[in-house]
């Protein structure tokens, strides 16, 4: 097992790429913040390629590495023994993601069907990573056995109760799941989606190819984790495996992206770009007179891209106004000032110069691109299945198209399982008379992840 000293600390920097120059009467400001955190994690954090911005300040944390806690959530609905090797390679699979577990992390498993049971340490408490809790968990993985429905929000809840019963600063979850949530309604999952979201993360994975796609990236979007497809369960032992290590790779937890506008200045849009699409408009709170709170979860070494528009107010030529203060937040647990982590500037500057103003910064461009080419894929999957052949073809082929220009290979390739290629340049497509499920539903799930600027 990896080593992970308590000395490792976090540090953040935020850089803005941006055109600050608008035409006259021009409104809308878009800037690309990427946020870089070193140093405290070990998943390896990179900068965009080809940044030519410099850091507008650079901040870390002070005081020893955070604590973690984190509950697996299996399904053991009946459909888990069809085949049996499913809850076989379930059990193998939790096994191999609590040997992950470094030592002095709280865990816990809870087997989800209709209900939500607790199969280790039990009592409604966590176990403290060792050796011997380790082996206990994995003797306890034993008697895990397929039967009954599937009600995920009661295996979330259930996670959130375990999660809080200690003091643990990263809390996280891993949800596992065969099948759809037939046993509770929409309604109920989005209750409990609602009561979790900001209290942990969670990576969901569905196995096989009998669940619903849209649940299972949605729990993932609502508790800022990742969402993936495990096809094959064979391969389950290594994805969690990677989940996990990626788990404890996290240092810090709840920074929030803080953003300041000005009087007639407000936000129209916030979205994470890279590396998967994710809108976070809607997730705003209210931080103080004009500034708002955009919450990223928790962080290791990393880097990301947060794609923000501005509408600002009109002014004359040669005039140049702050659009947004960009700041990255950490909340005082006691109710005090908020710690500042880093920050950055966008700017609007008014001119007459056509080349300067219509010009498109390189890292706007292509997130724009990437953010339709994520949308353009659901559009095209959604008109696919309700039997509109000639929207499916029109939207999977400006697909085909983005993903060539923008260099993202692995979508390219996801397409290509999807539909003939007749010509990449003009998004020229037929659709495959055939796919296999497989197939389609990795495209679905994976159709928010993005490449970073080419340099």
């Known amino acids: 097992m990896a080593n992970f000293s308590k000395s490792n600390v976090p540090r953040f920097s935020v850089e803005v790429y941006q055109n600050e120059y608008l035409p006259e009467g021009g409104r809308e400001v878009n800037a690309i913040v990427t946020v870089t955190s070193t140093g405290g994690g070990t998943n390896g954090g990179t900068t965009a390629g080809g940044a030519s911005a410099s850091p507008a300040s650079l901040g870390s944390l002070p005081g020893p590495g955070a604590s973690a806690a984190?509950?697996?959530?299996?399904?053991?609905?009946?459909?888990?023994?069809?085949?049996?090797?499913?809850?076989?390679?379930?059990?193998?699979?939790t096994a191999a993601a609590i040997d992950t577990l470094r030592d002095g992390?709280?865990?816990?498993?809870?087997?989800?069907t209709h209900v939500a049971n607790e199969v280790y340490p039990g009592g409604g408490r966590l176990a403290i990573a060792d050796d011997q809790t380790r082996a206990q968990a994995r003797e306890a993985l034993r008697r895990l056995s397929a039967g009954g429905g599937t009600a995920i929000g009661t295996w979330l809840r259930l996670a959130d109760q375990l999660l809080h019963s200690g003091d643990a600063a990263i809390r996280h979850g891993i949800l596992l799941t065969d099948g759809r949530n037939e046993h509770e309604s929409p309604e109920d999952l989005k209750a409990a989606l609602d009561a979790c979201a900001g209290r942990f993360t969670?990576?969901?994975?569905?196995?096989?190819?009998?669940?619903?796609?849209?649940?299972?990236?949605?729990?993932?979007?609502?508790?800022?984790?990742?969402?993936d497809i495990v096809a094959d369960p064979a391969h389950l032992a290594a994805d969690f495996t990677r989940?996990?290590?990626?788990?404890?790779?996290?240092?810090?937890?709840?920074?929030?992206?803080r953003l300041w506008t000005p009087v007639g200045a407000e936000i129209t849009f916030v979205k994470q770009?890279?590396?998967?699409?994710?809108?976070?408009?809607?997730?705003?709170?209210q931080a103080g007179p004009r500034a708002g709170d955009y919450p990223t979860g928790s962080w290791g070494d990393e880097s990301r891209d947060y794609h923000v528009c501005v509408r600002v107010p009109q002014a004359g030529l040669g005039q140049e106004m702050l659009a947004a203060r960009v700041s990255l937040v950490l909340p005082d647990p006691a109710g005090g000032t908020p710690q500042t982590l880093s920050h950055g500037l966008v700017r609007a500057v008014w001119t007459d110069d056509m080349a300067s103003s219509t010009s498109m910064n390189p890292q706007v461009a292509h997130y724009t691109g990437q953010a339709e080419l994520a949308q353009v894929i659901q559009q095209g999957l959604d008109a696919r299945k309700s039997g509109d052949i000639d929207g499916a073809t029109a939207k999977l082929g400006r697909a085909v198209q983005l993903a060539a220009a923008s260099g993202n290979e692995d979508t390219a390739k996801l397409l290509a399982k999807v539909v003939d290629v007749v010509d990449v340049a003009t998004g020229t497509v037929r659709l495959k008379?055939?796919?296999?499920?497989?197939?389609?539903m990795t495209l679905e799930t994976r159709s928010t992840k993005t490449v970073?600027?080419?340099k």
Do not use: H, Q
Request: aromatic share 4%; net charge negative; with cysteine.
């Open 452 to 454: 970073r600027v080419k």
């Open 70 to 93: 984190v509950v697996l959530m299996v399904d053991c609905s009946g459909s888990m023994d069809y085949p049996p090797t499913k809850m076989r390679n379930a059990r193998d699979a």
């Open 105 to 112: 992390t709280a865990f816990a498993v809870v087997a989800g």
């Open 273 to 285: 770009v890279a590396p998967t699409v994710e809108d976070l408009t809607g997730r705003r709170t």
């Open 202 to 227: 969670c990576d969901a994975r569905g196995v096989g190819t009998d669940w619903e796609v849209k649940e299972v990236t949605g729990i993932a979007s609502a508790l800022l984790g990742s969402a």
């Open 243 to 257: 989940m996990m290590a990626d788990a404890m790779g996290k240092e810090v937890a709840d920074v929030a992206l």
């Open 433 to 440: 008379a055939k796919v296999a499920d497989a197939d389609e």
